[in-house]
C-alpha cells in the first residue's frame, strides 16, 4: 500500500472513491461471462467500463484513493486492467453478499486511508461521457458533504419515461445547487413514469453517493450492526498480513443485504445533485444500442453491416460480416463461442438464457 | 474415358444421366459461396447435395454413364467430390450460357456415349431422400422414353398451394402409368394454386427429364438449331484433345437461352410421371428449414439452440451456441466469415445482399 502522502499535495482533492466492481453483467450475455463480467468488457469506448470509471475519478482524487471491490475471482483480471492502482486497493470479496457488506468495508477502509474524508460510493459499469463535468460535479459533492451529516446522490434529470430506473423525488428548495431529497422511489409504472417525466421533482436514482465515511459509519452501526461487527476487524487488518484471513472469516458469517434498502431508504434525509453530465446504467444491450454509434438506418452498435429493410437493430458483430434482411428492432451479439438473438423489448429475459445454461450442464458457456 | 463395356453385363439399366451443377445458389447464402456454391454443400445430408444426386444415380446407371456439366471454376471440387467419376465425364462450361447450351452439350455427349440410349437430364440440388423409389421410377421412366419419340417428366403431388414453383398439368388417361402431358403452367397466384392442390391433374414440375437422346437432338435442332450448329463439332471432340479448344470457341459464340422456354414447352406433347419418392427443390432456407430435423418449439435446423419464447425459425449455426430470445418464423445462418439473419417471408431477398456485395467490393464473402 502506498499512502495518501505520495501524491503531490494540492494536485488531488480530499475525497477518497471505492468503486464497486463485483457484479456479474448476466444481461450482457453472450459478451459479459463470469470471468470477464460486465464492467471488464469495452461498451462505452476501447477500455473497459472499470477502467473507464478510474480514469473518470484519477484525475480528480488520484489513484492511492481509489479502491475497488470486487469479487475474488475477478482480483487478477482487475488489477491487470488497473496497473496503477496499488494491489492492495482491490478488495475482494470471498463471496458474494450483495452490497451491503461491500459497502460498509469500502467505507471502512476508505476512513483508514484517509480518516474523515467525503467518500464517493459508485458502480464501475455505468456510461458517463462527460468526463470534465463530472469530476466537477463530484468535487462539488465532496465539498458539500464533507460538512454535514447526510448523504449526496446523484439525479439524472429524465428524458422519458423510463420504468426501468428507480426514481430519486426532490423536495422544494435548494442549497448551492443540491436539492432536498423526500423520498427514494420504486421503479413506476409507465403512467406514473409519464408524470415523473413532467414533473421536474423527480430524478433517476444514478447509484452514486458521496457522504463523510465517519457519518456513515454511524448510520451502518444503527441500521445494519451485526454487519459492521463483522466487518471492523476486516478494516483494520487493511494494510497488515491478516487482512485476507480476516475477510474470508466475516465474509462466512456475514448476512446478504443490499445498502439501498438496508441504509440508504433508512435514513433521516438526503440531498440530491441534478447531474449535468449524461449517464446511462448500461442496463441491458439495448441500452448499449440507445449510445452506440449508428451504423445505417437506424441500426446502431458495432460490426459490418449490410441492412436490407432492416431497421433499429442494435448489432455486436465485430468479426464477421453481418446480413439483415427484414429484421426490426432486434439484438444481434456475436461472440466466439456463442450468438444471441433477442427481441429488443425482451432484452431482459437473457436471465432465462442464462438459467438454461446453468441447469443445462453448459456451465462453459456463462 | 471408360466405356460402357468396363460395367459388368447386366448390372446396370441402359441409360444415362446428365447432372446439371453449374448453378451459383446465392439463395443459400452465406453458406452458398461462389467456389462452393448449393450443390457443393451438405443441405441434405452429410455429403453434398451433388454427391447425393450421384449416389442417388450410379446403383442403376454406373458412374461411367453419369455425366456432369458444370462451370469450369468449379471442376477441381467438382471431380474431387465424385472420385469414382472418370474425369473427363466432368464437363466444364467456360462461362454460363443457361441452361440449353448446358443440355444440348450434355444429351450429345450422352449420345456419344451410349447412342440411341435413354438419357435423362437432372439437377445437383435437389432433395430426395428416398433413394430406392427414385431409382425404380428412374428405370420406368428410362424403359418408357426409349421406345417413344417423347419426353418423360416427374411431377410431384403438390401438398400445398406452393406459388413459388412451376406446375406440370396432365390430361385425362394414362399409359403404363404415364399420364399424357397437357401444359407447362408458370408460378400460379395463391388461389390459383389452391385450385391445382385440388384437381388432381396438377403437379409441380420437379425439373427432371427423361428421352431418347437421338429424339431430343432433332427436337433441338428443330428449335434452337444455332446452339446445335456450334455444339456439334464440340461433341464430336468429346473424349479428345481437342475437347476443350472446341468448347472454348463453341461457348464463346453461343447465345444464353433457357431450354425449358426454348424446347421443352414448345414439344408438341410430353408425358408426366407422378412422383412417387419425396422431393423438394430447396430453392430457399426456408425450404431447407422444412425439410431439418426440429431442434426445439418448432424450431428447425443445425445447431446448438437455446430457444426462448421463439418458435418456427430455421437455424443454421454449426460451430457455437445460439439463443433465441423472443424470436419467430426468423432464418439464422452462421458461417466463419458472414452472418445471416432474416425474416423467413423475405428469404428470397437474400439477392439483394448479394448485389450489395457485388457492387461494394466485398466480393471476397460472394
Same mark, same amino acid.
Request: charged share 25%; proline share 7%.
Given at each position: 500500500m502506498t499512502d495518501s502522502s505520495t501524491t503531490e499535495p494540492g494536485s488531488h482533492c480530499r475525497g477518497v472513491c471505492v468503486i464497486m466492481a463485483?457484479?456479474?453483467?448476466?444481461?450482457?450475455?453472450?459478451?459479459?461471462?463470469?470471468?470477464?463480467?460486465?464492467?471488464?468488457?469495452?461498451?462505452?469506448?476501447?477500455?473497459?467500463?472499470?477502467?473507464?470509471?478510474? +480514469?473518470?475519478?484519477?484525475?480528480?482524487?488520484? &489513484?492511492?484513493?481509489?479502491l475497488v471491490v470486487t469479487s475474488g475471482s475477478l482480483a487478477e483480471a482487475t488489477r491487470a486492467d488497473l496497473p496503477e492502482l496499488p494491489?492492495?486497493?482491490?478488495?475482494? +470479496?470471498?463471496?458474494?453478499?450483495?452490497?451491503?457488506?461491500?459497502a460498509v468495508l469500502g467505507m471502512g477502509v476508505a476512513g483508514q486511508l484517509a480518516p474523515g474524508a467525503p467518500v464517493a460510493l459508485l458502480p464501475a459499469d455505468h456510461f458517463i461521457p462527460?468526463?470534465?463535468?463530472?469530476? &466537477?460535479?463530484?468535487?462539488?459533492?465532496? &465539498?458539500?458533504? +464533507?460538512?454535514?451529516?447526510?448523504?449526496?446522490?446523484?439525479?439524472?434529470?429524465p428524458d422519458r419515461p423510463e420504468t426501468g430506473y428507480g426514481y430519486l423525488e426532490a423536495d422544494a428548495g435548494e442549497d448551492q445547487g443540491f436539492r432536498p431529497g423526500k423520498a427514494f422511489v420504486e421503479k413506476p409504472d409507465a403512467v406514473t413514469a409519464e408524470g415523473y417525466v413532467r414533473s421536474g421533482n423527480h430524478f433517476w436514482n444514478s447509484g452514486i453517493f458521496v457522504w463523510n465515511s465517519t457519518w456513515f459509519s454511524a448510520q451502518a452501526d444503527r441500521f445494519i450492526p451485526a454487519v459492521t461487527a463483522l466487518m471492523a476487524p476486516v478494516i483494520t487488518a487493511f494494510g497488515t498480513n491478516s487482512f485476507t484471513a480476516a475477510l474470508e472469516t466475516a465474509y462466512r458469517d456475514c448476512p446478504a443485504d443490499s445498502i439501498?434498502?438496508?441504509?440508504?431508504?433508512?435514513?433521516?434525509?438526503?440531498?440530491?445533485?441534478? &447531474?449535468?453530465?449524461?449517464?446511462?446504467?448500461?442496463g441491458a444491450w439495448d441500452a448499449w444500442g440507445d449510445l452506440a454509434p449508428e451504423l445505417s438506418d437506424a441500426n446502431r452498435g458495432q460490426g459490418d453491416l449490410i441492412a436490407v429493410d432492416s431497421t433499429d437493430n442494435v448489432v455486436r458483430v465485430p468479426d464477421r460480416l453481418v446480413a439483415l434482411v427484414g429484421i426490426h428492432d432486434m439484438i444481434i451479439v456475436d461472440t466466439p463461442d456463442a450468438l444471441l438473438v433477442c427481441r429488443k423489448s425482451e432484452a431482459q429475459r437473457i436471465k432465462d438464457v442464462i438459467a438454461r445454461l446453468e441447469s443445462g450442464d453448459r456451465k462453459d458457456l456463462l
Open positions: 463485483g457484479g456479474r453483467g448476466t444481461r450482457f450475455w453472450p459478451l459479459s461471462r463470469i470471468d470477464r463480467p460486465k464492467q471488464l468488457q469495452a461498451l462505452a469506448s476501447g477500455r473497459s467500463l472499470l477502467r473507464d470509471t478510474f +480514469e473518470r475519478l484519477e484525475p480528480l482524487v488520484g &489513484a492511492d484513493r481509489i494491489p492492495a486497493n482491490v478488495i475482494t +470479496e470471498p463471496v458474494g453478499r450483495n452490497t451491503a457488506p461491500c462527460d468526463d470534465d463535468l463530472f469530476r &466537477a460535479q463530484l468535487a462539488e459533492a465532496f &465539498a458539500f458533504a +464533507e460538512a454535514r451529516e447526510t448523504v449526496v446522490t446523484f439525479g439524472v434529470t439501498d434498502f438496508a441504509v440508504m431508504e433508512k435514513l433521516p434525509g438526503f440531498y440530491l445533485q441534478p &447531474a449535468r453530465f449524461r449517464w446511462s446504467d448500461l
